[in-house]
Nanobody, 118 residues
Framework: QVQLVESGGGLVQAGGSLRLSCDAS????????LGWYRQAPGKQQRELVA????????YYSDSAKGRFTISRDIVKNTVYLRMNSLKPEDTAVYYC???????????WGQGTQVTVSS
């Protein structure tokens, strides 16, 4: 069973940058699109903020477009999310998963906390 481990979050000031990493226990990129999701404080649902398909087509939510960049390293089984010009509204726990996601708590993993201060 695939395990996903997110890392790279932290506390930054508005306007700062972070790069998140998602390490997969095995290569799933050949068969699945991968996405970054986030769960904001007070929200019960995760929203998709960026995705990358098996053909490396990328797509973003309106809030992420122009600021975030998703990429992957198929050899390392890693997907990245570069976040620039961070805003307080970006504060959330960020997760990686397939797109569409596997709806399993163990599959989602722990996520990585991103906190953006004013």
């Amino acid at each position: 069973q695939v395990q996903l481990v997110e890392s790279g979050g932290g506390l930054v000031q508005a306007g700062g940058s972070l790069r998140l990493s998602c390490d997969a226990s095995r290569n799933i990129f050949r068969f699945n699109a991968l996405g970054w999701y986030r769960q904001a404080p007070g929200k019960q649902q995760r929203e998709l903020v960026a995705g990358i398909t098996t053909s490396q087509f990328t797509y973003y939510s309106d809030s992420a477009k122009g600021r975030f960049t998703i990429s992957r390293d198929i050899v390392k089984n890693t997907v990245y999310l570069r976040m620039n010009s961070l805003k307080p509204e970006d504060t959330a726990v960020y997760y990686c998963n397939t797109d569409p996601p596997v709806d399993n708590d163990d599959y989602w993993g722990q996520g990585t906390q991103v906190t953006v201060s004013s």
